[in-house]
């Protein structure tokens, strides 16, 4: 069942989400495996990002380890968890 998972962030903009990109792709982690679909930006304000993947648990060794090691790297501290919802989806379509 694919999972979706929508999170906003703090303190992250534009620059900051194109460095830790920027860090995955460095790493080899990028896309990374069951990574559906991605997208970002701006939303009221605030960056906003939505991720759809295969399953929960490859979402989650994503964000557990890669996703976290490049934001150690941009950052220089380990993130702080971010405001998200995140569901199984019931449909998914792709053309």
Do not use: C
Not at 70 to 78: C, K
Request: hydrophobic share 40%; net charge negative; aromatic share 8%.
């Amino acid at each position: 069942m694919a999972y979706i998972r929508i999170t906003q962030p703090p303190n992250v903009t534009a620059e900051t989400y194109e460095k830790v990109n920027a860090q995955l792709e460095a790493m080899g982690a990028s896309p990374a495996p069951g990574m559906l679909v991605h997208a970002a930006g701006e939303v009221d304000g605030k960056w906003q990002i939505v991720d759809v993947w295969e399953s929960e648990q490859q979402a989650r060794q994503f964000y557990e380890g890669p996703l976290t090691q490049a934001i150690e790297a941009v950052a220089g501290m380990t993130p702080p968890d971010a405001p998200h919802t995140a569901y199984e989806l019931h449909t998914l379509v792709r053309p």
